[in-house]
């Protein structure tokens, strides 16, 4: 039996209850986090403890992780209030400068008093909110750091913030913390409201004058959609989606993806109909004929030189077939071969009669070979 063991490498610890409350992700990173406190001595500053850890570590402990991952995870744990940030994004910085979020008591040392000076009153953990309190120059940064939010808008949730909490009268260890997710929540209220706003003044009206702006026009026109076609689908696009009650947006992208399923199904309707039709004065046999005829040696340039006929013979008799290009390659075919035939014929005649006459890929007139109609049979 071989030593190597299926577990070569410690495993990762983290709490299932925890995983379930804020994503399986973030409970193994906040775990790894958490350990590096036994490990590394914490940098006090504003009743948090404070680690710094190098990116390039996390990726060794956690090598199933990219720097972007990481960068996205402990975005995910700061929204959600779980640890504090000092650092720029991870995916752009090589450190990590975090805080769990759960006061500590800062380590004090004791002062001597000067002599004759009054008693100093013992510090408390938590305090109420002073009228002038005022967020740091750092929560700022971290704030337009980590979630884009302009030191305006924050500064501007001061008031309320101020007047909410002394309103309320509760003491806290910590709040710039609750400055932070009081700014982050409203900035998230705000952006929501924008994005309906939006919404609702750019949704466009549909009635029976819609109709496609100019460069989805174009779009259509240059994938061979014909002009008739488009404005025949006007009528039933604008009463699809007004029976749908709301019109989305993005008219125009709707309406040149319905145009385009359409016109896919007219088109193939057109080449693969069971349906009996005239031929056209400009009816053209697909590309897939003259693959055909290449495959029985017969030369494309001879094909074409009978097209002409070939519509002005089947538009006189005025017959309708499901097929012309079945048709058309009857006719080349039956011409080729007879083609063939007439000039194996006179080689052989001219080497009997020892004649000087050369063989002509035509020995019928025209009119002969409209009045022979066993090819159309």
């Known amino acids: 039996m071989s030593?190597?063991?299926?577990?070569?490498?410690?495993?990762?610890?983290?709490?299932?209850?925890?995983?379930?409350?804020?994503?399986?992700?973030?409970?193994?990173?906040?775990?790894?986090?958490?350990?590096?406190?036994?490990?590394?001595?914490?940098?006090?500053?504003?009743g948090f403890a404070w680690l710094a850890v190098e990116r390039d570590f996390l990726l060794r402990q956690l090598p199933f992780w990219t720097a972007v991952d990481l960068h996205r995870i402990t975005r995910s744990l700061a929204d959600k209030g779980v640890i504090l940030m000092q650092s720029p994004p991870l995916h752009s910085h090589g450190e990590l400068v975090f805080a769990l979020n759960e006061p500590v008591p800062q380590p004090q040392q004791p002062l001597r008093a000067p002599p004759n000076a009054p008693p100093t009153p013992s510090r408390r953990g938590a305090g109420q909110l002073p009228p002038n309190w005022s967020p740091s120059e750092d929560l700022l940064q971290l704030l337009a750091l980590n979630h884009n939010i302009p030191r305006q808008f924050a500064l501007d949730q001061l008031e309320d913030f101020i007047f909410y909490w002394r309103e309320r009268g509760e003491p806290s260890h910590a709040w710039e913390n609750k400055f932070r997710q009081h700014v982050i929540s409203s900035w998230r209220r705000q952006q929501q409201l924008e994005a309906e706003a939006f919404r609702i003044e750019h949704t466009p009206d549909l009635d029976n004058r819609w109709r496609p702006s100019r460069d989805a026009l174009e779009i259509m026109l240059r994938s061979g959609v014909e002009r008739d076609f488009i404005d025949e689908a006007i009528p039933e696009f604008i009463l699809y989606w007004r029976e749908r009650g709301t019109a989305p947006k993005e008219l125009n992208s709707k309406f040149i993806q319905h145009i385009r399923i359409q016109w896919a199904k007219y088109t193939s309707s057109m080449t693969h109909s069971t349906e009996p039709r005239r031929i056209s004065e400009d009816w053209q046999p697909d590309a897939d004929v003259f693959d055909i005829l290449r495959l029985s040696h017969i030369d494309e340039d001879f094909a074409r030189g009978l097209l002409p006929e070939f519509i002005v013979y089947w538009r006189d008799s005025n017959q309708a077939h499901t097929s012309w290009n079945s048709k058309f390659l009857q006719h080349v075919k039956f011409h080729w071969a007879k083609q063939h035939r007439i000039e194996q014929a006179g080689h052989s005649h001219d080497e009997g009669q020892g004649s000087h006459r050369t063989g002509r890929t035509r020995d019928r007139s025209l009119a002969d070979d409209l009045s022979d109609t066993s090819w159309a049979d």
Do not use: K, M, N
């Open 3 to 46: 030593d190597a063991s299926i577990v070569p490498e410690q495993p990762l610890v983290f709490s299932p209850g925890l995983a379930a409350t804020i994503g399986l992700e973030e409970a193994i990173l906040l775990q790894q986090l958490g350990s590096l406190f036994a490990h590394r001595q914490p940098r006090h500053s504003d």
